[in-house]
Structure formats: structure tokens, C-alpha cells
């Protein structure tokens, strides 16, 4: 068995669920201009209300449908309470991430107040399932759901974002704020719009990384931010395509690396992608107006 | 546990506590760096002072770590404050040169993780998720038993954190100080009068981290232990917290938040009459009131408790002034 | 070096942003010891060509020359270090600075802006200082802010504000000056107080040039006026000169005049 062929097909999984959270979160940074640290904390509310609902014996999938709900309206709600008071009257920008960070911590401290710390895991019926050969690569059924869950999702963003008035809404504020409200797009509905969606793909995200970790604890979201990070910068902050080229980039590289280094650091590849994109071309590959 | 003991182990963790938030101040406060990974720079600070101070590791001692030259404890100290100034300087030579403010958060905020990452399992460094442990009560010339020692202890920690205040207060009310302000205040236009604003905010974030070294050295000096659980991300958020409810720019402010937030927030939560089985409920609640009233003052009192300081200059209006053409 | 003659001269600049050209090959020169103007239509260039030549855009076609030497690849810092200032369009003051603490934080001596001065050097940085707040007490008892010298810059005026920033240029004791509209949303009394310090700062050797949308102010101080329009410089001369010229007029001048 070619071990090449396998981790690049575990490297595609991971880059469609990095791709679901960090489409989600260039989209929200391009609209907000703020990045939100507390992302890592609305995968991890993803991945508890699923495990929530389907120890009440619902299906997962469908769980895990509420669950993306339940994401989306906790965003919605923390951006319409805490984050846009502070919006109003013209926070700078580095002081709204400390505000997003102190609602990230407040987050993840609740979580473990009411499950406690300890590692959880989907039950058995879920999770115990055998991997079957596909051509060269390894798969098991929840990692090909997992793959088409991205796909169609990346292909539903981009209708949205090209065809409907919300999407170009969207790219018109993302591209130019002001010619934006000169134009009498409404700002207030497209920032709620976009923190749904991006508070929902974050919580699908929290379920599909947690399905293929196999376990998580209130802080596992946060461990993981910094990759979703590496492929939002490295594709171009702000840039919905770009972000689906960075999370391929991150998901093959930080899996191919088990190949060379011990798996416990895979994820540290991100931090160096992250890093050489940082050092060499901050602006992604795919730049947007905004200055670097 | 005495009253007496109990009151110097706070005092000793009052000390390390402030010379980390007057270091965060000159990063932030004053330079405007978003060091969110400010808690590791500690974290090195500790174990490179642990390393220096124990000897090698060996097969009996059950731990794995690096060096191990049972040097004395001002060496390894410094070597702690010097470590933690290198890791600055290599980081921030990299990123801080030409990325805006939010960049500069998200690579230093990933640094925070990998390092979590690297140091945990890679247990040659520091003995991985266990931790060094058993480092030698430094400057233990008496042979003091725990509570003496901690008494004792509390001169060196106190003696540092004095100096350190002092070095902060100069660096604040000076020409340095007044170009790093400037710096935070509108960067560009700063650079448009001249000054080299890579190198400024540079300096700025290498003092502070050298001040997290040294803060983390003192420490490992009374808690004999370190291990990644100690430095996970919520902690860097302590000490901000600390800073920004103390007054940001404002080295006083710095010593009054760190007596909000970590000893009255910290220590009196745990002081709490809970029954034993919601013990275990103290900490994130804790760290849930830690973030309420971060969000809180940033939202009323953005300032902090005590706002920046100003000098006012004597100067007197001279007779002939060449106002009026 | 040239003692008399241009101050500045562009040479074929090219600038654009994301695929829209704001400038198209601009060519034009300041005179040393004028007081200059550039005029010209939303649009023309004027800021970019401002931005272009103060360090603040990186160059990307053409050539800026300023006291006879290249300044193409000077990084940011040097401009100011060299005598060329500039100002914006929004007053940026340091808000959380005092006002005497803003003139003094521009022209401290660089030399003592380390850590290792700030612990070690203390008298020397009382000494400099010193003898810097001789020249700041003139200089705002000259724009009429010394009564609000300890006040928070942010806590001025919008005109306060404006003032503060041209002392701020003056007390590095510049060369070349460049103001991006000063007069924008300045009330007429402190209008003609403006006019009055830059002329009487060009007379004691300062050279201006001001990006300036009123032409009644261009009119009053400026003796030569440089036009631009579509990324390039239209023409040039003095405002009478301007008026006679047809493609002036019917660009810029005939419409509001």
C-alpha cells in the first residue's frame, strides 16, 4: 500500500473540513475587517452540541445539522451583543481581537463548566466504522461524507457569493466598504448574514475535525485555530477562493508530513506555512485591496 | 497551611506577576505589539532557568531535558531573561517588519500553539506534557525549610521586581519612551518623521519578553516545576486582562491590575465556600469571570483603572513672542 | 545641491492602484523658496502624486528628484530625516501624546530613542530636551496654542489640531513642506492665519508646496501654481497666467471662477 497515495487522501479530508471554517472565516475578516480568535471555540460548540444530540439518540448527521445551526446563531448573537457595541463606536482593530479572544475564552470556560475537561468522543456507532480501499487511497464512510459535505458546500458558497444579492452584497463591501454604502447596500444585514455562515461552517467544522481526530475537550477548537489562520493568510485574507487554495495547501502539507516527522507534529507544519507566508507573502496568493 | 505562608506565597506570585504585566505594558502599552503569545516567552524564561540550574538528566531522575549545568541561580536567571529575548528577536525579526497590527496577532498567536505543540511531545527538550520538575530552591544558602524559604524568598523576588519597575519607569520617561508612545499612536506618520518604526516596536517587544524570561525564572525559583499545562493560551489572557484593567501605558496601572485580577479574581475565587464536588467548576468559572470583565472594561473603561500619565512641562510664555506678524 | 533652482523636480511618474492608473507619465518641478500650488480636478492625481513623493507609496515608474539627489528608493524614514515633510488631509496628530510632547517626540535626537540611553543617558536627554522646548515655546506661541501645550492632542480643536500639525512641521526645520489640502474644513479666520505662517515661514527659507482646492487661499499665497489633471500636469505659471490659458479654463478654472 503506497503510504504516499494514503496521506494525501487523508490530506484532502482535512483540507475540506480547514476549507469549510476558513471559507467562513476570510469571508467574515473580508466584511468585519477584524479577525475572530474566538473561531476555534465556535468549531468546538460545533462539535459538543452534536455529541449533545446524538447521545439523545438522534442521528448524527442530523445532529450535526442542528449543530451548524445552533453555530450560526451564536455567532449571530455574539456580533449582534458584544462585538457590534464596540463596532459602533469605532474600536480599533486590534482592540476588537482582544475583545474576540476574551468571548473565545468565555467560550471554551463554559463548555468545560457544564462538560467538564475531559476527552469526549461520538459514540461508537459513529465513529467505529473500517476503511475501505478507494483506487490508491484509504477511506472510511464518514471521511468520503466528510470530502462531499466540503465540496458541495464550497460549490453552494460560490452560487451564493456569484449569483444572489446577499453574495454580491458580500464582495461589494469585502472589495470597497465605502462605494458599498454609497450604493445603498445594508451593511448591518450583510454583517449578520456573514457571521451565520461563518459561525455555522465553523461549527461543521468542529464536527468533521472532530470526527477525524476521534476524540475533543473544550479547548480542541483553539489548538486547531492556527491552521485554519495558515490557510486564510496563505490563500489571502479576505479571498473565498483563496481560502479553498490555502486549506488544500495546509490539509495535504500538514498530512504528507507525517511521512517525514512524527504525527504529533503535524499540525506545527501549518505554523511554518503560516510563517513563511507571513515572512514572504502576507498578502496570500490571492491578494485583495486591503493593505498588508 | 499559616496565615503567614499563605500570605507570602501570594506575595511571591504578586512579584513574578508584575514584572510579567510592566513587560506586556512596554510590548503593548507602549508599542502596540499584539503578543498573544506572551505566556510562552515565561514558559521558556522557566525552563531555560530550570535546565541551567539542575543537573543532567539521567536515566534515575525519570526526566528528559536539554543542558542540565547546575549553574547558580543569577546565571541560569539570566540566561532565562536572555533566552526569552532571543526567541523575540527571531520572531519578531521575521514577522514584525512590515505586517499590520492584526498579522503580527495571528503569527504570534500561532507561535503560542506550536511552541505548546513542540515542547510537549517533543520530550528531549523539556521532558514533554510531564514537565522538568525538582529544580533546587535557588539562592538557598540557609538551608531553610518550605516556609522559611518561602519568607525568604520573597527578598530576591521583591529586590527584581523593584528593578524591573524602575528600568520600566526610565524606559517610559524618555526619549525612547516618547517615540515608542508616538509609534502606537499613528505609526505612519511616525515613520514619516523619521523614526525607524521596525526597529523601535522590535526593541519594545524584545525588552518585554526578556521581562516574561525573567518573570519566569523568578518563579520556577518557588514553584520548582514547569510544564506545558502551566502555559496553555488562557494564561497569556491573565495577564492581559491584568494590564488593561490596570491602565495601559502606565506602569502603576500595571501593578494594580495584576492585584485585581490575580489576587483578588484568582485567589479569591478560590477562597470561595464551595462544596468539594464543584470544586473542580472554580476554574472555568474563573476564567469565565476573567473574560467578563476584560470585555467589560475594554467596553467602560477602555483606559483601565489608572489612565496613562502625562508629563506637563514648566514652560513660561516669554515676553516677546513672535506671534503676531 | 543647487543653492537656487528646483527643489523637487518628478519626472515621469506612473502610479496605479489594482489596475487604475492615478498617474500617467507626471512631470513637473518646484521652485526653491516658493510657495507652490497643485491644483487640479478630483481625480487628477494630486494626492497620489503627494503620496508618490513623500515616501508614503512606493515608487513604481519615473523618477523623483529632491535637492539634486534620487530619492526613488528611499524607505519612509529618510524623508523626513532629509527635510521633506508632509502633511494629510485628515489632521494626524498624536492624540495620546500632549501637545508639546508632539513637537518634541519629531525633532528629539534620534540618537538617544534606545533603551540603552533611556536607562543610561538620562542627563543628556534632559539637556536636549532643554534646549528643544526654547524652540517649541516659540513655535506655539507662534500658531497660538501655547495656552493648550499640555493637553492631550486629542482632546483639540479640528483648527487646533491643524495648526499643531504645521508647527509639527516646522520644528524639524524642513526644506521642503508638503501640504494635502490644509485648508479643508478650516474655518475663514483661521484660513487667513494659515496663509499668514506660511508666508511667514517662507520667508525665513521654507519651500511649500500645497495641494489646495480654494483657489481664493491659492490665489493669495501661492506665486506659482502647477495644474493637473488626468494623472499629469496640465500647465504651469502664475494665476494670471492659468486664466488666459483656454485648456486650463475649460478643465478646471472656468466652471468655478
Known amino acids: 500500500m503506497n503510504s504516499f497515495a494514503v496521506e494525501l487522501g487523508f490530506g484532502l479530508v482535512a483540507a475540506g473540513f480547514i476549507a469549510v471554517a476558513a471559507v ?3 469571508l467574515q475578516f473580508g466584511i468585519t475587517n477584524y479577525i475572530n480568535f474566538a473561531l476555534g471555540d465556535y468549531m468546538t460548540i460545533g462539535a459538543y452540541s452534536a455529541w449533545v444530540l446524538t447521545s439523545r439518540a438522534i442521528n448524527f448527521w442530523v445532529a450535526t445539522a442542528v449543530a451548524v445551526v445552533i453555530g450560526g446563531v451564536v455567532a449571530l448573537l455574539i456580533s449582534r451583543f458584544v462585538l457590534a457595541p464596540f463596532v459602533r463606536r469605532k474600536t480599533p482593530v486590534l482592540y476588537m481581537l482582544i475583545v474576540t479572544l476574551g468571548v473565545g475564552l468565555i467560550i471554551t470556560n463554559v463548555i468545560q463548566l457544564l462538560f467538564g475537561s475531559d476527552q469526549q468522543q461520538y459514540p461508537a456507532s459513529v465513529i467505529d ?10 477511506a472510511t464512510p464518514n471521511q468520503l461524507i466528510t470530502l462531499g459535505l466540503a465540496a458541495g458546500l464550497m460549490i453552494a458558497l460560490h452560487f451564493m457569493l456569484t449569483r444572489t444579492a446577499l453574495g454580491k452584497g458580500m464582495r461589494a463591501m469585502s472589495d470597497d466598504p465605502d462605494l458599498a454604502r454609497v450604493a445603498g447596500i445594508d451593511a448591518g444585514r450583510i454583517t449578520d448574514w456573514v457571521w451565520v455562515i461563518s459561525g455555522g461552517l465553523a461549527a461543521l467544522a468542529g464536527v468533521l475535525l472532530a470526527l477525524d481526530v476521534g476524540s475533543f475537550t473544550p479547548a480542541f477548537g483553539e489548538l486547531f485555530l492556527f491552521v485554519i489562520f495558515a490557510a486564510v493568510v496563505v490563500g489571502g485574507a479576505g479571498q473565498p477562493n483563496g481560502a479553498m487554495l490555502g486549506a488544500l495547501i495546509t490539509g495535504v502539507a500538514t498530512s504528507l508530513a507525517v511521512l517525514f516527522v512524527n504525527s504529533a507534529y503535524k499540525n506545527d507544519v501549518a505554523f511554518l506555512i503560516l510563517l513563511v507566508a507571513l515572512v514572504l507573502r502576507p498578502q496570500g496568493i490571492i491578494p485583495s485591496r486591503r493593505s498588508i | 497551611m499559616t496565615l503567614v505562608y499563605y500570605a507570602a506565597n501570594l506575595g511571591l506570585f504578586f512579584c513574578g506577576y508584575v514584572i510579567l504585566a510592566l513587560g506586556l505594558n512596554i510590548q503593548f502599552g507602549y508599542a502596540g505589539v499584539l503578543n498573544f503569545a506572551y505566556i510562552a516567552f515565561w514558559a521558556i524564561g522557566a525552563y531555560i532557568t530550570a535546565v541551567f540550574m539542575l543537573g543532567p538528566s539521567t536515566a534515575f531522575s525519570g526526566e528528559t531535558y536539554i543542558l542540565g549545568l547546575r549553574l547558580p541561580f543569577i546565571v541560569a536567571l539570566l540566561a532565562g531573561g536572555v533566552a526569552a529575548g532571543l526567541l523575540a528577536v527571531a520572531m519578531g525579526g521575521l514577522i514584525l517588519r512590515r505586517l499590520r497590527g492584526d498579522f503580527i496577532g495571528i503569527g504570534l498567536f500561532a507561535l503560542s500553539f506550536a511552541l505548546y505543540d513542540v515542547v510537549g511531545n517533543y520530550t528531549p527538550l523539556f521532558n ?13 544558602f540557609f538551608n531553610l525549610n518550605a516556609e522559611q524559604y518561602i519568607l525568604y524568598y520573597l527578598i530576591p523576588s521583591g529586590l527584581l521586581a523593584v528593578l524591573l519597575y524602575w528600568v520600566a519607569q526610565r524606559l517610559s520617561r524618555s526619549p525612547y519612551g516618547r517615540a515608542l508612545r508616538a509609534l502606537r499612536e499613528d505609526e505612519t506618520v511616525a515613520a514619516t518623521f523619521g523614526k525607524n518604526t521596525f526597529r523601535l516596536r522590535l526593541s519594545a517587544m524584545v525588552i518585554g519578553c526578556i521581562y516574561a524570561g525573567l518573570a519566569g525564572g523568578l518563579m520556577i ?6 510544564a506545558p499545562a502551566s502555559w496553555s493560551a488562557a494564561e497569556t489572557f491573565i495577564i492581559w486582562t491584568a494590564v488593561i484593567v490596570g491602565g495601559l501605558g502606565n506602569n502603576r496601572g500595571s501593578v494594580l491590575g495584576v492585584l485585581v485580577i490575580i489576587i483578588l479574581l484568582g485567589e479569591g475565587t478560590r477562597l470561595l465556600p464551595l462544596p468539594l464536588e464543584m470544586q473542580s467548576l472554580v476554574p472555568p468559572l474563573r476564567g469565565i469571570i476573567i473574560g467578563a470583565v476584560l470585555i467589560a472594561i475594554l467596553y ?9 500619565e502625562r508629563t506637563k512641562y514648566h514652560l513660561v510664555a516669554s515676553q516677546n513672542s513672535a506671534a503676531n506678524p | 545641491m543647487n543653492p537656487s533652482g528646483d527643489i523637487l523636480t518628478v519626472t515621469d511618474l506612473k502610479h496605479a492602484y ?13 521652485k526653491r523658496g516658493s510657495i507652490t500650488a497643485v491644483i487640479g480636478p478630483n481625480g487628477a492625481g ?11 507609496e512606493p515608487l513604481q515608474h519615473g523618477e523623483v528628484s529632491f535637492d539634486g539627489i534620487d530619492i526613488g528608493n528611499w524607505p519612509a524614514y529618510m524623508f523626513a530625516r532629509r527635510g521633506l515633510l508632509r502633511s494629510f488631509q485628515l489632521p494626524r496628530e498624536f492624540g495620546g501624546l500632549s501637545v508639546v510632547d508632539n513637537l518634541l517626540v519629531v525633532a528629539q535626537d534620534v540618537g538617544l530613542e534606545n533603551p540603552f540611553s533611556a536607562l543610561f ?17 516659540g513655535l506655539l506661541q507662534e500658531v497660538g496654542l501655547f495656552e493648550a501645550r499640555n493637553q492631550y492632542a486629542r482632546e483639540l480643536s479640528g483648527g487646533q489640531k491643524r495648526l499643531l500639525e504645521l508647527a509639527r512641521a516646522m520644528i524639524v526645520e524642513p526644506k521642503l513642506v508638503i501640504l494635502d489640502e490644509p485648508m479643508a474644513g478650516v474655518n475663514p479666520v483661521l484660513i487667513e492665519r494659515v496663509g499668514q505662517l506660511i508666508q511667514v515661514w517662507n520667508s525665513r527659507g521654507v519651500t511649500f508646496l500645497i495641494v489646495e482646492h480654494k483657489l481664493e487661499v491659492v490665489e493669495a499665497i501661492c506665486g506659482y501654481v502647477i495644474v493637473m489633471a488626468n494623472g499629469m500636469r496640465l500647465a504651469a505659471g502664475t494665476m494670471r497666467e492659468l486664466r488666459a490659458n483656454p485648456a486650463v479654463v475649460s478643465a478646471y478654472l472656468g466652471v468655478a471662477r
Open chain 1, 24 to 26: 467562513g472565516a476570510t
Open chain 1, 129 to 138: 466504522q473500517s476503511a475501505f480501499h478507494l483506487g490508491p487511497f484509504l
Open chain 2, 128 to 140: 514533554g506534557w510531564a514537565g522538568v520538575i525538582g529544580v533546587p530552591p535557588p539562592l538557598n
Open chain 2, 221 to 226: 525559583g518557588f514553584l520548582s516545576a514547569m
Open chain 2, 300 to 308: 467602560w473603561r477602555p483606559k483601565g483603572l489608572i489612565p496613562e
Open chain 3, 18 to 30: 489594482g489596475g487604475v492608473e492615478a498617474l500617467s507619465g507626471c512631470t513637473l518641478a518646484v
Open chain 3, 46 to 56: 494630486k494626492t497620489t502624486l503627494v503620496n508618490v513623493v513623500s515616501g508614503v
Open chain 3, 121 to 137: 543617558q538620562r542627563a543628556a536627554a534632559r539637556r536636549m530636551e532643554a534646549s528643544l522646548l526654547d524652540r517649541v515655546r
